[in-house]
């Protein structure tokens, strides 16, 4: 069983007093703590408990300049102890303290009346009513007070045991994804080199794995690992972990940065969330007001945009916003974070991470509210199916999902085949879109395909790189001719090399072009074997080479004329007649000179010439020398 307990409460309150007298270990460890008496940053110890449990402890400063601090260690923790001196009673940093645990979602907390040596009875009944009220309608409000004394060893027994009792029914869930570890000290050990310690908020690391360092994209090899002060092959979620590692020549690893599982890659300038307010803000949320932002141990400024349109928020008001970060960071869905001032004089809120990588919201965006309510409250295949929907993309890989939705892929893996509102877009590669989408997009296809026939009614088909920009969602070619070939398949479209059209598609020139070209036809057939080359129709009729162009393709196309040459072409039942001609003169092995070609096909050498090129490149004939001869191994040639 992995613990982590934190203390909590105002300056001068003796929570680090109190975790000495628990575990005999002093962590105020910096020269300036000693000379001053108060704690500054971060300490840590362990508390051994029965049953072999050894708790990790953080300890954090009380000072209001220190809260960021005091936001750094009081992420992952399980169990809070509450100091309030009876002297002093309830201050500022105990409300504000207070606010921050509850806001990050800590479930246990145990309320510690310290200093009692210094107070009467009735004082520290008073003092407990201070609490009582504090602590009304939040999560601790049936948690438990116990008076202690560090100097006279009142209540350290009893406190022992009413920690271990709530570390046995920790009710803590596992965390689902891979491992993360949000840095809040690096040094380097002489003869070991750079060491960086944390508290593991989910999965666990081995000794010789390859973890990545966010943000800076940094990769390490994990070369030893301490829990506790003591040397461990495996450390895991809810642990105090040293990590000595071993990576680039210069390492740029800081409090802020997250170790983590090498397949999660995605740092985020912008999420989605909820946001809860404090009940005892002064002056409550304005809409895009620029905040500081704490998550895991680092901070950031940020702006904070109100997503249900109203203006601002008041004390104990929630809402859907999003987080727009000036700086990037590691966040999952999930995360717990703690929203103060740009200036840092107050705490205003805090929330949890429902998108961690989301777009820009458009204003009034339809459907955007209740697809933030299934990503924060929905079941499994609601939110699948939210991230699904709200990508700007057609598909997402397994990899994408199990790092938006903050769980393993195998685990991702079983909730998508559980789901029939699911597609699978590529098989076997596990790239998903939803059925909505996935209908979406193929109405997209064949709309853009009906607007080119309807434009081009000459052009046989549009170019699929062309179709591909032109869809309604964003799709890698990959994906894209796997739509293709489906809608193939099923007969929908028609695919003609580069070229996709509607199966039921077909060239038809209308009004206009129809007429030129019977006029082509005709000046064809008024000579067929010595026709017209392309610039002399253009020329006779009067009409631009490109729109000519285009109505000569139609009529190939539709098999009335065949292009034997770049400007030559044949009404396609002459060249059918020629190439009969041609076989049963060759029949036998017989061969044929291009003058007695000239001779048989009746025309000049002109166009003789093109013509037996034309028939040698369809595979009919093949030349040897000055002759040609049939094919014999040839593939099944045109005529």
């Known amino acids: 069983m992995s613990v982590i307990i934190g203390t909590a409460g105002h300056i001068d309150h003796g929570k680090t007093s109190l975790v000495k007298a628990l575990t005999g270990q002093d962590t105020d460890r910096l020269k300036e703590e000693k000379e001053r008496g108060i704690s500054i940053d971060l300490g840590f110890a362990h508390l051994d408990l029965p049953g072999g449990i050894r708790a990790g402890v953080v300890d954090v400063p009380g000072h209001e300049r220190f809260i960021h601090n005091m936001l750094a260690g009081a992420h992952g923790i399980d169990l809070v102890l509450f100091t309030v001196a009876a002297d002093d009673g309830v201050m500022p940093q105990t409300e504000e303290h207070l606010d921050i645990v509850h806001l990050l979602g800590v479930k246990q907390a145990i309320f510690v009346i310290t200093k009692v040596d210094l107070a009467t009875e009735a004082r520290i009944g008073d003092v407990a009513g201070e609490i009582g009220r504090l602590v009304g309608g939040t999560s601790f409000e049936q948690s438990p007070m116990l008076p202690c004394s560090v100097e006279t060893g009142e209540g350290l027994a009893n406190l022992r045991a009413l920690i271990a009792e709530r570390v046995r029914t920790n009710s803590a869930v596992a965390g689902l994804g891979g491992f993360r570890l949000p840095v809040d000290r690096v040094f380097v050990m002489q003869g070991h080199g750079l060491v960086v310690t944390g508290t593991a908020l989910a999965g666990e690391v081995r000794v010789g794995e390859t973890v990545r360092c966010l943000p800076g994209d940094q990769v390490f090899r994990v070369r030893s690992l301490q829990v506790h002060n003591q040397a461990v092959a495996v450390a895991s979620q809810g642990q105090r972990v040293a990590m000595n590692v071993a990576g680039p020549a210069r390492p740029s690893i800081m409090r802020g940065h997250v170790i983590c599982h090498q397949s999660i890659t995605a740092t985020t300038d912008r999420f989605d969330a909820f946001l809860n307010l404090r009940s005892r803000t002064s002056k409550g949320l304005k809409n895009r007001e620029r905040v500081r932002v704490h998550m895991g141990t680092a901070e950031r400024l940020a702006t904070v945009q109100l997503l249900d349109g109203r203006d601002g928020l008041g004390p104990r008001d929630s809402a859907y916003c999003q987080i727009r970060l000036r700086e990037p960071l590691l966040a999952m869905r999930g995360d717990r974070f703690i929203i103060r001032n740009e ?28 697809r933030l309510e299934s990503l924060h409250r929905g079941d499994a295949a609601a939110v699948v199916d939210a991230f699904l929907e709200g990508s700007g993309r057609f598909t997402l890989a397994t990899s994408e999902l199990a790092q938006l939705l903050n769980v393993q892929e195998t685990l991702v893996e079983a909730h998508l085949k559980e789901m029939p509102a699911i597609r699978i877009a590529l098989e076997g590669e596990g790239v998903y879109t939803t059925a909505g989408k996935w209908q979406r997009q193929v109405n997209s296809l064949l709309e853009t395909l009906r607007d080119f026939h309807e434009a081009s009614p000459l052009a046989p088909g549009m170019e699929l790189e062309q179709l591909r920009d032109a869809l309604v969602f964003p799709t890698t070619p990959k994906v894209f001719r796997a739509l293709v070939d489906r809608l193939a398949a099923d007969g929908v479209v028609a695919r003609e090399a580069s070229l996709l059209r509607l199966a039921q598609h077909a060239v038809r020139p209308k009004g206009d072009d129809s007429m030129i070209i019977d006029k082509i036809q005709a000046l064809l057939s008024a000579t067929p074997m010595t026709p017209p080359a392309l610039g002399e129709i253009e020329t006779r009729l009067g009409i631009g080479r490109a729109r000519l162009s285009d109505l000569m393709r139609a009529m190939e196309r539709n098999h009335q004329i065949v292009r034997v040459a770049p400007d030559l072409y044949f009404l396609k039942d002459r060249v059918d007649e020629i190439a009969r001609t041609l076989r049963e003169h060759c029949s036998g092995d017989r061969d044929v000179t291009p003058g007695a070609f000239r001779d048989m096909a009746g025309t000049t050498r002109k166009y ?32």
């Open 608 to 639: 003789a010439i093109p013509l037996l090129e034309y028939f040698d490149r369809t595979g009919l004939t093949v030349r040897v020398g000055d002759v040609r001869r049939l094919k014999r191994a040839s593939a099944p040639d045109r005529h």
């Open 343 to 370: 200036t840092a004089q107050r705490t205003i809120g805090g929330g949890v991470v429902v998108h961690p990588s989301a777009g820009p919201h458009k204003r009034r965006e339809a459907g955007m509210l209740e």
